[in-house]
């Protein structure tokens, strides 16, 4: 029998679930990782939540959806620049993960959670686009 480990929204015990900087961190130590696909209104995102100011994630362009900051427990809150010079995690494109992860040869296997119904097609249309 072999075990496989995972990170789960690429380490959120360590990192902000669900961001570059996580995932990276995962790849890093060869582990794969989880994570969770959502849309908004252009593009395939990567973030737990449903919604982001009371609105529905999928009403957001990326651009607007980039204005709030991933918090603990995979929360996002506005947010429009970095606190007092701190970085913020930002909501990754599912095309800047997958990028991310072809860096690392040593990562594990990466597990995504699509969130939202008649979303299939399209997240296999973006992994098949990023393996060429």
């Not at 496989?4 to 995962?26: I, P």
């Not at 995504?112 to 008649?118: I, P, S, T």
Request: one cysteine or more; a negative charge.
């Amino acid at each position: 029998m072999e075990t496989e480990f995972f990170a789960h929204r690429g380490g959120s015990a360590v990192n902000l679930g669900n961001t570059l900087t996580a995932f990276r961190y995962a790849f890093e130590l060869g582990i794969g990782v989880e994570a969770d696909v959502r849309r908004c209104r252009d593009a395939l995102v990567i973030t737990h939540c449903q919604q982001a100011g009371g609105d529905a994630i999928s009403s957001y362009a990326l651009e607007d959806l980039r204005q709030f900051a991933v918090r603990p427990h995979g929360t996002l809150e506005w947010c429009p620049a970095d606190v007092h010079g701190l970085a913020v995690g930002r909501v990754p494109t599912l095309h800047e993960l997958l990028r991310l992860w072809q860096r690392y040869p040593i990562a594990g296997r990466l597990l995504l959670d699509v969130k939202e119904a008649g979303l299939i097609d399209k997240v296999a249309q973006v992994v098949v686009e990023a393996a060429n």
